[in-house]
Each structure stands twice: as C-alpha cells, then as structure tokens.
C-alpha cells in the first residue's frame, strides 16, 4: 500500500487556499472555493474534492472567471429576493456573502430566495443547502449546466444535467439532503465508461442520431438522457427556466455557446430558496422538526436510505480521525502549490 | 354511435355547480368544484372531470368534509406567506378567496407562498398552477396524498404520489405546465389494469412481501414505486416534509389513517409558490418570457413535446365548439342532481 497523509480539515482547507492564492484568486474567492473543495474531500465525495482544484484552475487560466472579483449584494426594501452579483466569480465567494442577508430575509419573511448572477459555478449544490440547514431553514437550490441532455422525445442537445438539490435541518443531527443530476447520468460517469472501455447502462443516452446507444463514445457525441422519461425532462425545463431565463442569466445551452466546452466550471446563475419551517407551521399543531423525523424513522425503518448517509458516516470518520490523501494527492497540492496557473494546460 | 349532448362550458358549470347545491354545498364550495370539473371536462382530462362529481360527494356522504365550509384567509404583515384555512372544506373554495392576496404578494415582493390548510384536496394540480400563470406568474405547487408508494429501497407504502406541478406564463399562448404524480404511475391506472386482467409494466410496483411484481392485486396489496428510482423517491420525500410537515399538515400516512381508505378524496395540506419573473429579471439583459419562448422552440423543434398540449387541443375544442358529454353522462348528472347525496353510496 502506498504512504498515505493525515490532514486536519483546517491544514487541508489552508493547503487548497494558499494554492488558489498562488494561481492570483483574491483573498475571498481563494477561502470560497477552498471551503467547499476541503467539504466534499473531508465527505469522500473524491469527484468533489482536491480532484476538482484543476478544473478550477483551468477555467481561471482560460480567462472564463475572474479570479478577483468582488462580489455586490443588492437589497430591496420589502422584497423576498436577494439578489448578488459574483462579477464574473465563483458562485461560492458570493453565496457566503449573501448567506447572512438571506437567512435573515427567510427567517422574517417566512420564505427567501437568493438568486447568483453572472458566476462560475463551483461544484456541488450541498454546501449551499447544508449552510441553510445550519441556520435551522429547509432549502431547495437549482442551477442550469452545459446543454449535454435531450428533452424525453428529443433527439440533441439541449438541458444541462441541471441539479436539484433540497435540505431539510435536523435538529442535533446532519440534515436530510439530496443533490441529483435531472440526467439519468452524470457526464463524468459516462467518461468513466468509456476510459473503462465498458458500455453503458440501458438508458442513459442517445447517439448524434437520437438512437438509443450503450457506446459511451456515442454517448459523448450524442446527448445524455433525463432521469425518469417526461418528468424528469420536465424538471430539467423548469430548472432551465426558473434558475436560468428567470433569474436573467444563462440557460444551458447559451452556457455551452458561452464556453466552447463542458471541460471549464460552468458560467452562469443559481436559484436558492429558502423556507423557514416555524414561519411556515406557525400555529398549527406539532412540532415539524420532530414530525420529520417520525417519517425518517419510517423510511430507516422499512430498509430504505436517507440520501447523504455515506457522506455523512465518512465525514464523521474525517472529523475524528482527519482527512486521509494519498501521496500522488499531496504530490499533485504540493505541484499546484509550486506552478499555480502554470501547472494546468 | 349513441347519442351525444354539446354544453357550452357555462351551461355544464351551472348544471355541475347545481348538483352540489343540492347535495348541500354552500355557493363558494360548488362553484369552486364544478369550476375544476368544468376545466377537466372542457381539457378532455375524462379522469377529472364529471367522471370526479360522485368521489367529491361520497366524500361529503362519509363525513370527511365540510359541505358549507367558509375558509378563512389569515394576513400577517411583511410575511411573504398567505395562509388560508379551508375550514374542513375543499381546496378549491380557499384557493379561489386566498388567489388574489397571493398574487398581490408574488409581485410585491418577487416571490409569496400560499399555504392551505385542513382541506380535503380536490382533484389536479394544474387548475391552480393555471391561475396562477393567468397572472403573468411562474408557479410550484405540491401536496401529499394517501400512502401508497414505498420509498425506493423500502418495501412498504409510506409516501403519496404526491403531485409535482410547475407552470410557466406565456403571453398570449396557453402556459407551459406540467402536473405529475412523483409514484411511477397513478394508482388509478393499477386499478384499470385489474379491471381488463392485464399485467402492469416492471417497475410500477411491489408485491406485500416487497418483491417486484406485474400482478395488479399484489400491487394493490403491496405498493406503487416512485418514478426515476431513488430521485423520484427523494422528491416524493420533500413533498412530505414541504406540503405536509413544514405546512403543519398531514403526511401521506396520517392521511390514510385519518380516512381510513384511498377511495375518499384526501384531506391534507397544499403548498403553492409563485414567482413573479418580472421582479427576478429586473435589471438583467433579456425579456424572461421572450427567453422561454425560445427554450420551448427549440425543445418542439427536435420533436420532443411541452408538456399539457393535449389538454390544450382539447380545451381549443370546446371553446370553439362546445363540450360533448355522451348519453350516459348526461344521464348519470340529471340522476345525481335529483338524486343529491342519496345518488352515492
């Protein structure tokens, strides 16, 4: 077995940031994305950990993201939406400074949306709805993508993989949440076929000819499909429209126009909505946080699995044992550490 | 062919809306429900329309909702929430007085929820999803239902097939909207199956023991699954927890034990959001309902379908040419006004 390395979330979290303050990001965009990159390696979400600082790194070298922006909050007077503007940032950088402002709104108003414009987005949705859950609201967040999806009937192109996500707090526990492509298919399980030279599942894709195919090449050449038929395509058109047109931002496939390629983080808004449940349940019989749990208790009871379990027992492990990388891992920080922007193509 | 009678959609409101007078609806309840049925009709949605009067009164006849309910519209000031109390009514009567102030809310401050309150649900979701587009309004909207779908995993029915509902305006054409039930299939269509002795489709349901079946009587003895696997189930999961627990509602399961079948019409909550895309999209490049228009071209423009077009034919239909019941359906709501409750079991 290889040498392996023990890291606190803290040493990790300085580690990712002193890299991304190499490659020029700005004190608050470096901390931003570094939170979330320590997040989902400290998870065992390895496809959203330190594997992703390259991709990050890339769309910064591309000139697709502005590696000092200074995200701005706008605020009005009696209204439920809080709108940031990343200036061409990280999603991240802008979210954690509306978080604050949103929490406040969701708690008077009973419910609040945020909505990110003009950001790159970075990476995963749960951060988002993990930070609202700790604050003691549910959450439900949605972004476009890159157009890879054909509608169910379709034949091309056109939906991004657009995730759903939604959290629900949990008193003393980590909440419930789940965070899903609306494809059957996430495009970098299609790039694993193919590198693996195994064929794909029934239903995942079509090929250029809107064929059915089980060839990830013709996958990749062709379109991905939604999960589950017409409805899913449906929830990947309202994500389109809601997170997307509505919000005055990039739909999937102007974001693929935008680009060039689905290899860059993804140019674009984000949708966040938060709903606070004692504004909500104010004056109706029980208590919501521990009526949720009797229907948890239900769906454990009967064999079935509350999403976000695995991350949640690995996170428990990191967090008393510290984060495990492997030495080709702290080889690649300690290169990224040392290049910076040089160090990707 | 046997003898057909076309009714103005006026004529078939007063002769829908004069059956429930007479089974002991106050003015605002049989208004409110014949205007659905009506809608149901008029969309040629058979499964909605004056097929749906005699469930509406078997309710009443069991006791499990109030004939002459007054819901009742609670305001809190700078709340982005409307709540309406139904009374023990139906749905239909608090949507119709809570419209006004929730659309009010919407535009003023971008985004409002409507909760309803302790009523007994009647009968889509898309007739409030489609007043609310009427406004010029994005909406969500979501409810519970009896438990009879297990949770992907489980093997038991705990979750409803909860409705999913989402409607986009579009000025000048009929919105886009879609209104599913998150279970793979409807249970109604289980039991159509079992009426004509044919096997369901795999993957609609689970037999008592938890094991896959195509038997439609095991099905019915076992339980429905959700659609897209443990997607569908993730979702069917946060309708529970935003339109049951988080409202201070009723869950699919309390639900069932409440009426004791699935034969009644549920009595639970109801969750409705609205957007106002004019108040998400100020300040940004683009017209939010010239961008969609687009979307939907290109999603038409590769063959795939928007969703409720059908409906749209047909309602095209009976607005140009009135509605065409058949003799037995003529037959059956000229027994049921002279019969009133007595006409049901």
Redesign the interface.
């Known amino acids: 077995m290889s040498e392996t390395t023990i890291l606190t979330t803290t040493a990790l979290q300085e580690r990712v940031e002193a890299i991304f303050r190499k490659a020029g990001l700005n004190v608050i965009q470096a901390g931003a994305l570094a939170r979330v990159i320590v997040a989902g390696e400290r998870d065992a979400c390895k496809s959203h950990g330190v594997y992703r600082i390259e991709g990050a790194l890339r769309t910064v070298k591309a000139g697709k993201v502005k590696p000092d922006a200074v995200p701005e909050l706008?605020l009005e007077e009696?209204?439920?939406?809080v709108k940031v503007n990343a200036a061409d940032g990280f999603a991240n950088a802008a979210f954690e400074l509306a978080l604050p402002k949103l929490t406040e709104r969701a708690r008077?108003?009973?419910?609040?949306?945020l909505?990110i414009?003009d950001c790159t987005h970075f990476s995963a949705l749960w951060p988002e709805v993990e930070a609202l859950t700790a604050e003691g609201l549910?959450a439900?967040v949605m972004c476009p993508s890159y157009a890879t999806v054909?509608?169910?009937?379709?034949?091309?192109p056109?939906l991004g993989t657009n995730p759903f996500a939604?959290g629900?707090p949990r008193p003393g526990k980590p909440p419930?949440v789940?965070d899903?492509a609306?494809s059957v298919a996430a495009r970098g399980e299609i790039e694993l076929h193919r590198r693996a030279g195994k064929p794909l599942p029934e239903g995942w894709a079509i090929d250029a000819e809107g064929n059915p195919t089980t060839d990830p090449e013709a996958a990749l050449a062709g379109a991905m499909l939604p999960?589950?038929?017409?409805?899913?395509?449906?929830i990947g058109?309202?994500i389109?429209?809601?997170a997307g047109?509505?919000?005055?931002?990039l739909?999937s496939?102007e974001v693929l126009a935008y680009l060039g390629t689905t290899t860059l983080a993804p140019f674009h808004g984000e949708l966040i909505?938060a709903?606070s449940?004692e504004?909500?349940?104010?004056?109706?019989?029980?208590n919501?946080f521990a009526?949720?749990e009797v229907?948890f208790e239900?769906?454990v009871g009967?064999?079935?699995?509350l999403?976000s379990q695995r991350r949640y027992v690995a996170r428990a492990k990191s967090e008393a044992e510290g984060i495990t990388l492997t030495a080709a891992e702290i080889e690649q920080l300690d290169r990224l550490l040392a290049l910076g922007l040089d160090a990707v193509a």
């Open positions: 706008a009696g209204s439920a939406i008077s108003s009973g419910l609040a949306a909505v414009n549910a439900l054909a509608p169910t009937g379709g034949n091309k056109l939604f629900w419930y789940f899903f609306t999960f589950g038929g017409h409805k899913g395509s449906a058109t309202m389109e429209l809601l047109i509505m919000i005055g931002d739909t496939p909505i709903f449940p504004a909500f349940a104010a004056g109706r019989p029980g919501p009526r949720a229907l239900a769906i009967q064999g079935a699995r999403p």
